[in-house]
């Protein structure tokens, strides 16, 4: 009936089905579950797509994707509605990733939100997995209605996940401003995936972008920009990045999991798949590479001055996504796809293990939090480290390195500005990763110290390890996945590499120099005290950080610490940046310029419409009434003493005023009666016989 | 019958009317009310008899038979009403009965 | 003859509540419920032994020759999901009450009434007899309103009939011109659209007829008398004038202009959707600042309707389609919150959004069905809005992308005001009593059965675009002849 031939190819469907029904499990009210059953089909729901993705991407990855694989096909009239999934390379790498790190996110979220009360535990895990599932689905999709549903379930989700704190009003707040403004993004890849479809005549991405690249009649341009807007709304690039640093207010794995494969993500995904359309407008991919520029920078400069673990590393997605989007504007779709993979990696990483790390810290998510991670989760801070190397780009060692080496190859190709651009992003970014490592190496303050959480569980240590280990070893598949992708590694001179380099350790040198405290801290044997001193610790004394010091000291021309730290030119550049950004904790410039831009104006008209000020609730509906009342105060009002009437009013009164004299002769008396009678009859008899007399 | 027997009947029918007619309006108590109305009747009464004489037809006999019987039955309910307010109410004065007019 | 027992069966459901109700009270809801369930039935037995072809039925009763009024019946796929629709609305109002107490026997009549009427305005083709039906439905309406209103009753319902009952004067006086002007005396709607009307005269009759409907739609500035309405309204008065009175409005417009007045209709559409257009974002707007829920809800129906308006006018294939969906579901979500905003007030007795809150920890049942239909009142992708809403935006990139740009930017708009009322109500903690009582059972079976019907048809629109397909067509295919 539905027009659905079943295949084996169907089981694709199992993928997104397997979260979907966990969250229809765990969101169904009259199933009474226990913490025990909740925590199983969490883990269910969260694992088990990985396991047909797996099957499904090896396959692909030996070289026989199924490619699209329609559910059922309807044709009403001129309409056609095919929908179908699809297996094609790109969606199987992005797949695979997102199932993975879907999968260590909800691992790990099983321990992190172990405290939490039973019902909000279903709806986390319940909205965890939908959200999880919308992301699958709109990477597998295989037309545009599917990715769509997809794209903009995952809206719904951040909304519900980011407000997951029910009771917090700025977590209300932030999720609202999430949904809003990715919503106008949603609006214009709506629109986009609506002309295409109107190119087109069919809702198949395997028709839609061939359709897009050979539209005519100037519709390519507008659709290619609509697909932009719709990306970088998504992925918070400038200039609709200022929802994502509010959106930290929702728990941690939540911004794990938003941050690193799924929504903010999907931007550049979106990208990576229309990317023959942008490819066919030349101006709109340098628009793409610019912006995308602009904000890598912007975001790794705004990062740079962040207090908060979590707002540093909101910028730093912000910024990474930018270089991935200045990556898909020089042509260079698959070494953003290969980054796409590295960046999920570390960055679910990163987010996991500041959130175990800071987890029940009375500090929230202040970058001081962090301190004294050393002692307290060695592992976590072991994985912070791993991550933030990777992050940072340190060369050869790690994953990020190699996927920023082959994105800033093929920005070379494309000019020189974008790509120093693109370098001092490496630099900052490298400087705003060291900086929180660094704060992480502090030992905790006195009082802190004594203080320790719950021991991990395998459930925190499991992610974390393995994501450790991805992102420093990653770095292998990168040249894989861009051949797998169909693409060329990119080359560069070998000055470029050698510069690009030097990039990641110049930025770190400049967090060292930004922090001048912080550059002795990290040798306090002394400090340690009675405590083992733990191989991780000596291993990282004498490779890294004993080197590192002794190079700022260098940098630096001294011996000591820095006396007069405004002074010196790295911190007046912090200083610099913090006054043009509009500091750590506050919205940025871009937040309050919106807000009275469009915010206050668009509350000023709404109250306008409601009656404040004015006075008049919605003054268009009541205006018919208003034209009635009008009229019949000029038609009506006029003749409103009506004359007429007036006069029968007044017959009305005479005839009153008679019938009370009239009315004062009754006196109810038989003899007063009597006596009127009497005078009646005597006047008719005398009346009688005066007519009778002639 | 001569033209002044006549005139002094008719007269006298006359006096007795408004003799009736003043006991009526004059007095207050009901029951010499009631006696004065019977009075008034008379008067009609016998200017009908004098002019059935004088014209020698016998309607006018006829007219006091029916003013008789008007006579009692009026006496017959005036009495009844009056006794119902006496013990009702123990009421002699008419000009207290204004109920009538509400 | 089967055509007619489905507006009579409604008709005597209401007339033996009402006598039933004399002697017992349950005798009432069950005489309703089955003669509502009767009319399902016929409808189903219509569908087996209907054509497949323009119509699925027809038929013709001579009532008043001499006048050239007859009862010309005729139901095709439009005409039949909006049957089906107030049939279940009707019965779903019916069991929402089940347990009312305030003059329940006439609180049933005057539901079954009401769908009766609605049901005569969507089978009728004699201009006559609809328009009979078309100031029939206010009657049973404007009871509801009045009779088991909340406070401000009587004005609310005045108004709704003020409104309604001058607008009704411009198709009444239309329908008279027409039969007054024909060769022959006849009202028939199949013989006016053979006939050749002059385009001048083609646009006075359309705007006669377009005043009714877009008051009933309603459309700004006609739309005053909604919220007031929908405010004061009981709750299934609520359900069943978002559900089934908005869409008479709009089946009016998707019916007649297209078929009576195709080159009016040229002239006037893009009026239309201009008004459509405004309506759209002003109705958004409004929604945004409002702080009593139903009032909320109110004017997002008046921005949804104004998309309907849009599609409609826009006269391609795909706006109408998408017209024909949004129609339908905004029927189910409109309707679902009605009640849930329903069941809310009757059990802390305020509507006022600023002190409400927290439905998510005391009540998550209610939380859950209020997120589904927050999502459809979005136009998320995956329920029915969606899809109508999107078919409305494709056929207006068409006609012309300013339009679909406007429409697409009150779904953005949809999102302030739909978080509003979402997070006001569900997230948060109350500020006055919370509401501790979960959905009831009785309350339960309706919203499920509001939330089958948004997925389904929102995931497998199929059953609604065959229907309308055989409207939709005609409808292209007139305007098309039409075509200047």
């Given at each position: 009936?539905?027009?659905?031939?079943?295949?084996?190819?169907?089981?694709?469907?199992?993928?997104?089905?397997?979260?979907?029904?966990?969250?229809?499990?765990?969101?169904?009210?009259?199933?009474?579950?226990?913490?025990?059953?909740?925590?199983?089909?969490?883990?269910?729901?969260?694992?088990?797509?990985?396991?047909?993705?797996?099957?499904?991407?090896?396959?692909?990855?030996?070289?026989?994707?199924?490619?699209?694989?329609?559910?059922?096909?309807?044709?009403?009239?001129?309409?056609?509605?095919?929908?179908?999934?699809?297996?094609?390379?790109?969606?199987?790498?992005?797949?695979?990733?997102?199932?993975?790190?879907?999968?260590?996110?909800?691992?790990?979220?099983?321990?992190?939100?172990?405290?939490?009360?039973?019902?909000?535990?279903?709806?986390?895990?319940?909205?965890?997995?939908?959200?999880?599932?919308?992301?699958?689905?709109?990477?597998?999709?295989?037309?545009?209605?599917?990715?769509?549903?997809?794209?903009?379930?995952?809206?719904?989700?951040?909304?519900?996940?980011?407000?997951?704190?029910?009771?917090?009003?700025?977590?209300i707040r932030a999720g609202r401003k999430a949904f809003i403004m990715t919503r106008f993004a949603d609006a214009m890849l709506l629109a986009a995936l609506l002309l295409l479809f109107l190119e087109a005549n069919s809702v198949r991405l395997d028709a839609l972008i061939p359709a897009g690249v050979a539209a005519q009649d100037g519709m390519r341009p507008i659709i290619a920009a609509l697909l932009l807007g719709g990306a970088i709304g998504k992925s918070a690039q400038l200039p609709l990045h200022t929802w994502l640093p509010s959106a930290m207010a929702g728990p941690t794995p939540v911004s794990a999991l938003l941050h690193s494969a799924t929504m903010v993500a999907a931007g550049a995904v979106l990208l990576i798949r229309f990317a023959p359309i942008l490819a066919a407008e030349p101006l709109l991919q340098a628009l793409t590479a610019i912006l995308g520029a602009a904000t890598a920078l912007f975001g790794a400069a705004s990062a740079l001055v962040q207090q908060d673990v979590k707002r540093l590393l909101a910028y730093s997605s912000i910024s990474q996504i930018g270089t991935m989007m200045l990556s898909i504007g020089v042509g260079a779709p698959q070494a953003a796809a290969a980054h796409f993979v590295?960046?999920?990696?570390?960055?679910?990483?990163?987010?996991?293990?500041?959130?175990?790390?800071?987890?029940?810290?009375?500090?929230?998510?202040?970058?001081?939090?962090?301190?004294?991670?050393?002692?307290?989760?060695?592992?976590?801070?072991?994985?912070?480290?791993?991550?933030?190397?990777?992050?940072?780009?340190?060369?050869?060692?790690?994953?990020?390195?190699?996927?920023?080496?082959?994105?800033?190859?093929?920005?070379?190709?494309?000019?020189?500005?974008?790509w120093v651009v693109a370098l001092a992003t490496a630099v900052l970014t490298a400087a705003y990763a060291t900086r929180a490592a660094l704060v992480a190496a502090q030992p905790a303050p006195a009082a802190e110290a004594a203080q320790d959480d719950s021991s991990d569980t395998g459930y925190t240590l499991f992610p974390l390890a393995f994501l450790g280990f991805g992102a420093l070893l990653a770095g292998g598949l990168v040249n894989p996945i861009i051949r797998f992708l169909g693409g060329d590694m990119p080359h560069a001179p070998a000055f470029t590499l050698a510069v690009a380099a030097i990039a990641p350790i110049a930025g770190a040198v400049l967090a060292l120099a930004l922090a001048p405290g912080a550059a002795d801290t990290p040798m306090p044997a002394a400090r340690t005290g009675g405590r083992r001193a733990s191989v991780v610790d000596r291993v990282l004394r004498v490779l890294v950080i004993q080197p590192f010091v002794r190079l700022v000291r260098w940098v630096n021309g001294q011996d000591g610490g820095v006396e007069d730290p405004v002074g010196t030119g790295p911190a007046r550049l912090v200083v610099w940046l913090r006054r043009t950004l509009a500091g750590p904790t506050a919205p940025d410039?871009?937040?309050?310029?919106?807000?009275?831009?469009?915010?206050?104006?668009?509350?000023?008209?709404?109250?306008?419409?409601?009656?404040?000020?004015?006075?008049?609730?919605?003054?268009?509906?009541?205006?018919?009434?208003?034209?009635?009342?009008?009229?019949?105060?000029?038609?009506?009002?006029?003749?409103?003493?009506?004359?007429?009437?007036?006069?029968?009013?007044?017959?009305?009164?005479?005839?009153?005023?008679?019938?009370?004299?009239?009315?004062?002769?009754?006196?109810?008396?038989?003899?007063?009666?009597?006596?009127?009678?009497?005078?009646?009859?005597?006047?008719?008899?005398?009346?009688?016989?005066?007519?009778?007399?002639? | 019958?001569?033209?002044?027997?006549?005139?002094?009947?008719?007269?006298?029918?006359?006096?007795?009317?408004?003799?009736?007619?003043?006991?009526?309006?004059?007095?207050?108590?009901?029951?010499?009310?009631?006696?004065?109305?019977?009075?008034?009747?008379?008067?009609?009464?016998?200017?009908?008899?004098?002019?059935?004489?004088?014209?020698?037809?016998?309607?006018?006999?006829?007219?006091?038979?029916?003013?008789?019987?008007?006579?009692?039955?009026?006496?017959?309910?005036?009495?009844?009403?009056?006794?119902?307010?006496?013990?009702?109410?123990?009421?002699?004065?008419?000009?207290?009965?204004?109920?009538?007019?509400? | 003859?089967?055509?007619?027992?489905?507006?009579?069966?409604?008709?005597?459901?209401?007339?033996?509540?009402?006598?039933?109700?004399?002697?017992?009270?349950?005798?009432?809801?069950?005489?309703?419920?089955?003669?509502?369930?009767?009319?399902?039935?016929?409808?189903?037995?219509?569908?087996?032994?209907?054509?497949?072809?323009?119509?699925?039925?027809?038929?013709?009763?001579?009532?008043?020759?001499?006048?050239?009024?007859?009862?010309?019946?005729?139901?095709?796929?439009?005409?039949?999901?909006?049957?089906?629709?107030?049939?279940?609305?009707?019965?779903?109002?019916?069991?929402?009450?089940?347990?009312?107490?305030?003059?329940?026997?006439?609180?049933?009549?005057?539901?079954?009434?009401?769908?009766?009427?609605?049901?005569?305005?969507?089978?009728?083709?004699?201009?006559?007899?609809?328009?009979?039906?078309?100031?029939?439905?206010?009657?049973?309406?404007?009871?509801?309103?009045?009779?088991?209103?909340?406070?401000?009753?009587?004005?609310?319902?005045?108004?709704?009939?003020?409104?309604?009952?001058?607008?009704?004067?411009?198709?009444?006086?239309?329908?008279?011109?027409?039969?007054?002007?024909?060769?022959?005396?006849?009202?028939?709607?199949?013989?006016?659209?053979?006939?050749?009307?002059?385009?001048?005269?083609?646009?006075?009759?359309?705007?006669?007829?377009?005043?009714?409907?877009?008051?009933?739609?309603?459309?700004?500035?006609?739309?005053?008398?909604?919220?007031?309405?929908?405010?004061?309204?009981?709750?299934?008065?609520?359900?069943?004038?978002?559900?089934?009175?908005?869409?008479?409005?709009?089946?009016?417009?998707?019916?007649?202009?297209?078929?009576?007045?195709?080159?009016?209709?040229?002239?006037?559409?893009?009026?239309?959707?201009?008004?459509?257009?405004?309506?759209?974002?002003?109705?958004?707007?409004?929604?945004?600042?409002?702080?009593?829920?139903?009032?909320?809800?109110?004017?997002?129906?008046?921005?949804?309707?104004?998309?309907?308006?849009?599609?409609?006018?826009?006269?391609?294939?795909?706006?109408?389609?998408?017209?024909?969906?949004?129609?339908?579901?905004?029927?189910?979500?409109?309707?679902?919150?009605?009640?849930?905003?329903?069941?809310?007030?009757?059990?802390?007795?305020?509507?006022?959004?600023?002190?409400?809150?927290?439905?998510?920890?005391?009540?998550?049942?209610?939380?859950?069905?209020?997120?589904?239909?927050?999502?459809?009142?979005?136009?998320?992708?995956?329920?029915?809005?969606?899809?109508?809403?999107?078919?409305?935006?494709?056929?207006?990139?068409?006609?012309?992308?300013?339009?679909?740009?406007?429409?697409?930017?009150?779904?953005?708009?949809?999102?302030?005001?739909?978080?509003?009322?979402?997070?006001?109500?569900?997230?948060?903690?109350?500020?006055?009593?919370?509401?501790?009582?979960?959905?009831?059972?009785?309350?339960?079976?309706?919203?499920?059965?509001?939330?089958?019907?948004?997925?389904?048809?929102?995931?497998?629109?199929?059953?609604?675009?065959?229907?309308?397909?055989?409207?939709?067509?005609?409808?292209?295919?007139?305007?098309?002849?039409?075509?200047?």
């Amino acid at each position: 009936m539905f027009g659905i031939v079943w295949t084996t190819d169907l089981l694709l469907l199992t993928i997104p089905s397997i979260a979907l029904t966990g969250f229809m499990l765990l969101g169904l009210d009259p199933l009474r579950l226990r913490a025990f059953e909740i925590r199983v089909l969490a883990i269910l729901g969260g694992v088990g797509p990985l396991i047909p993705m797996l099957v499904f991407a090896t396959e692909c990855f030996h070289g026989s994707c199924i490619g699209a694989v329609p559910i059922f096909t309807l044709v009403v009239g001129e309409s056609t509605v095919a929908l179908a999934l699809q297996l094609d390379p790109l969606s199987a790498l992005v797949g695979l990733t997102v199932s993975i790190i879907g999968a260590a996110v909800i691992l790990y979220s099983v321990a992190y939100m172990a405290g939490t009360a039973l019902g909000d535990l279903r709806r986390f895990f319940a909205l965890m997995h939908l959200f999880l599932a919308a992301m699958l689905t709109m990477v597998l999709a295989g037309d545009s209605i599917v990715l769509f549903l997809g794209w903009e379930m995952m809206g719904l989700c951040s909304y519900l996940l980011i407000a997951y704190n029910t009771t917090s009003a700025q977590a209300i707040r932030a999720g609202r401003k999430a949904f809003i403004m990715t919503r106008f993004a949603d609006a214009m890849l709506l629109a986009a995936l609506l002309l295409l479809f109107l190119e087109a005549n069919s809702v198949r991405l395997d028709a839609l972008i061939p359709a897009g690249v050979a539209a005519q009649d100037g519709m390519r341009p507008i659709i290619a920009a609509l697909l932009l807007g719709g990306a970088i709304g998504k992925s918070a690039q400038l200039p609709l990045h200022t929802w994502l640093p509010s959106a930290m207010a929702g728990p941690t794995p939540v911004s794990a999991l938003l941050h690193s494969a799924t929504m903010v993500a999907a931007g550049a995904v979106l990208l990576i798949r229309f990317a023959p359309i942008l490819a066919a407008e030349p101006l709109l991919q340098a628009l793409t590479a610019i912006l995308g520029a602009a904000t890598a920078l912007f975001g790794a400069a705004s990062a740079l001055v962040q207090q908060d673990v979590k707002r540093l590393l909101a910028y730093s997605s912000i910024s990474q996504i930018g270089t991935m989007m200045l990556s898909i504007g020089v042509g260079a779709p698959q070494a953003a796809a290969a980054h796409f993979v590295v960046h999920a990696i570390f960055k679910s990483l990163l987010f996991l293990a500041a959130g175990d790390i800071a987890h029940h810290s009375p500090q929230g998510t202040a970058l001081a939090a962090l301190r004294g991670a050393r002692q307290r989760k060695p592992l976590a801070f072991l994985a912070f480290l791993a991550g933030a190397a990777s992050l940072a780009g340190l060369p050869v060692i790690t994953a990020g390195w190699w996927s920023k080496e082959a994105m800033l190859a093929a920005v070379w190709s494309a000019g020189p500005i974008l790509w120093v651009v693109a370098l001092a992003t490496a630099v900052l970014t490298a400087a705003y990763a060291t900086r929180a490592a660094l704060v992480a190496a502090q030992p905790a303050p006195a009082a802190e110290a004594a203080q320790d959480d719950s021991s991990d569980t395998g459930y925190t240590l499991f992610p974390l390890a393995f994501l450790g280990f991805g992102a420093l070893l990653a770095g292998g598949l990168v040249n894989p996945i861009i051949r797998f992708l169909g693409g060329d590694m990119p080359h560069a001179p070998a000055f470029t590499l050698a510069v690009a380099a030097i990039a990641p350790i110049a930025g770190a040198v400049l967090a060292l120099a930004l922090a001048p405290g912080a550059a002795d801290t990290p040798m306090p044997a002394a400090r340690t005290g009675g405590r083992r001193a733990s191989v991780v610790d000596r291993v990282l004394r004498v490779l890294v950080i004993q080197p590192f010091v002794r190079l700022v000291r260098w940098v630096n021309g001294q011996d000591g610490g820095v006396e007069d730290p405004v002074g010196t030119g790295p911190a007046r550049l912090v200083v610099w940046l913090r006054r043009t950004l509009a500091g750590p904790t506050a919205p940025d410039r871009a937040d309050r310029l919106y807000k009275r831009a469009f915010v206050l104006p668009f509350l000023q008209l709404v109250r306008r419409l409601n009656g404040y000020g004015s006075g008049v609730v919605d003054p268009l509906g009541n205006l018919p009434a208003r034209a009635v009342l009008r009229l019949q105060r000029a038609l009506a009002d006029a003749l409103a003493p009506d004359w007429i009437d007036r006069w029968w009013r007044r017959i009305g009164a005479a005839l009153l005023s008679i019938w009370t004299s009239a009315r004062r002769l009754q006196t109810g008396r038989v003899r007063d009666h009597g006596l009127a009678m009497v005078a009646g009859t005597a006047g008719l008899l005398l009346l009688a016989w005066g007519y009778s007399w002639h | 019958m001569s033209d002044t027997a006549f005139t002094g009947l008719i007269l006298l029918a006359g006096a007795l009317f408004a003799v009736g007619c003043f006991g009526v309006l004059a007095r207050r108590a009901i029951l010499v009310q009631l006696l004065s109305l019977e009075i008034a009747l008379s008067g009609p009464a016998l200017a009908f008899i004098v002019a059935g004489a004088r014209h020698g037809q016998a309607a006018g006999q006829g007219m006091f038979v029916l003013i008789l019987v008007l006579a009692a039955a009026e006496v017959a309910l005036g009495l009844a009403l009056y006794l119902r307010l006496r013990r009702r109410s123990d009421v002699t004065d008419s000009d207290t009965l204004r109920e009538l007019r509400h | 003859m089967a055509l007619t027992l489905l507006i009579l069966f409604p008709f005597l459901g209401g007339v033996f509540a009402l006598l039933a109700g004399k002697a017992e009270a349950t005798a009432a809801r069950i005489a309703a419920a089955v003669f509502l369930i009767c009319g399902l039935l016929t409808l189903a037995w219509v569908v087996q032994h209907g054509d497949s072809g323009r119509w699925i039925m027809q038929s013709r009763h001579a009532w008043a020759p001499a006048l050239g009024v007859n009862i010309i019946l005729a139901i095709d796929g439009l005409s039949f999901i909006l049957v089906a629709l107030s049939l279940a609305l009707g019965l779903l109002t019916v069991v929402l009450s089940w347990n009312s107490t305030d003059r329940a026997p006439l609180l049933h009549a005057a539901l079954c009434w009401t769908v009766a009427a609605s049901n005569g305005v969507f089978l009728s083709f004699d201009l006559v007899v609809f328009v009979f039906f078309w100031e029939m439905m206010l009657i049973p309406a404007f009871l509801l309103i009045a009779i088991w209103g909340h406070a401000n009753r009587e004005a609310a319902a005045m108004k709704f009939l003020i409104f309604n009952a001058i607008a009704g004067l411009g198709l009444l006086a239309a329908v008279f011109w027409i039969g007054a002007t024909g060769p022959t005396l006849s009202f028939d709607a199949f013989e006016v659209a053979k006939r050749d009307i002059p385009v001048a005269a083609q646009i006075w009759l359309l705007l006669g007829f377009a005043l009714a409907f877009m008051v009933k739609l309603p459309a700004p500035p006609f739309h005053a008398w909604l919220p007031d309405a929908h405010t004061e309204a009981p709750t299934v008065g609520s359900i069943l004038l978002a559900g089934l009175l908005l869409k008479t409005g709009a089946y009016g417009l998707f019916r007649f202009p297209a078929m009576l007045f195709p080159e009016g209709m040229h002239v006037l559409a893009p009026w239309g959707m201009a008004l459509g257009a405004f309506g759209t974002i002003y109705g958004a707007l409004v929604a945004c600042g409002q702080t009593d829920a139903k009032r909320l809800v109110a004017y997002t129906s008046v921005a949804h309707m104004s998309v309907v308006l849009m599609g409609i006018c826009g006269g391609v294939h795909f706006s109408l389609m998408g017209a024909g969906i949004v129609m339908v579901a905004h029927a189910f979500s409109a309707s679902a919150l009605f009640l849930l905003i329903g069941a809310i007030h009757d059990r802390v007795h305020t509507r006022d959004l600023r002190e409400l809150g927290g439905l998510q920890r005391s009540a998550p049942r209610f939380a859950a069905a209020f997120a589904l239909f927050f999502a459809a009142t979005l136009a998320m992708p995956g329920t029915a809005n969606f899809l109508g809403e999107a078919l409305v935006i494709t056929g207006l990139f068409q006609v012309n992308w300013v339009y679909a740009s406007i429409t697409l930017v009150s779904l953005v708009i949809s999102v302030v005001y739909g978080t509003r009322l979402f997070q006001r109500i569900v997230f948060g903690t109350a500020r006055k009593t919370p509401v501790s009582l979960d959905l009831s059972f009785r309350e339960l079976g309706p919203v499920i059965a509001l939330a089958i019907g948004t997925l389904l048809f929102g995931l497998l629109p199929q059953f609604l675009m065959f229907g309308l397909d055989t409207a939709v067509n005609s409808a292209v295919d007139s305007l098309n002849a039409a075509a200047p």
